[in-house]
């Protein structure tokens, strides 16, 4: 629970903590979680943004775990790009942590932060999935690549898992060149 990690590493390493193990499950469910308690709790929400920086900010070697698991060529495509957003967000990270973040803030027993790994999120998540992969596969097939991309800029909106597997999954079976499916793949980090 969050307020336990913040009870025993106080509220800047524990919110720290969670942002961390966030962005390992969903950056964006961390994100909506941690912007919802900002608002509840104003004088925490330094803490908060780190956090999403955090969170989003370890979505990057996530999203490249992930590609080298069921594509590794593709990773070629992504690895310096994705290396780049990693340390711009670890010196943005450093620059906020050296800003004056105190531990005597008041942690709120209510607090919770929501888990991005309950089964309904699951099943969303495959929903999304399938979706995604046929969005991408027909805008491919009436728009080209600018299709494409143009379904990566909109569905990483919401989630950059859902259109890595996609384009990673259609790059694998060569519906889709590599080209393609690295720019697509960052563009969706990008927009997440």
Not at 43 to 67: G, N, Q
Not at 102 to 116: A, L
Request: zero cysteines; a positive charge.
């Amino acid at each position: 629970s969050g307020y336990v990690l913040m009870k025993i590493l106080g509220p800047s390493q524990g919110i720290n903590l969670m942002g961390i193990l966030g962005g390992l499950a969903s950056s964006t469910a961390t994100t909506i979680s941690f912007s919802s308690a900002s608002r509840e709790y104003p004088h925490m929400a330094h803490h908060y943004a780190r956090a999403v920086v955090l969170a989003s900010t370890v979505m990057f070697p996530r999203v490249l775990l992930l590609i080298l698991v069921i594509h590794p060529p593709l990773a070629l495509k992504v690895i310096i790009p994705f290396t780049l957003m990693l340390i711009t967000g670890a010196v943005f990270i450093f620059v906020i942590q050296k800003s004056k973040l105190t531990e005597t803030d008041t942690i709120h027993p209510e607090y919770k932060i929501t888990n991005p790994l309950k089964l309904s999120t699951a099943i969303k998540f495959g929903l999304l999935f399938a979706f995604v992969l046929l969005v991408v596969e027909y805008a491919q097939t009436f728009l080209g690549s600018s299709g494409v991309y143009l379904a990566s800029f909109l569905t990483g909106l919401t989630d950059v898992d859902a259109i890595t597997l996609s384009v990673t999954r259609l790059a694998e079976g060569a519906q889709l060149s590599y080209d393609v499916a690295g720019v697509a793949v960052i563009i969706a980090a990008l927009m997440n």
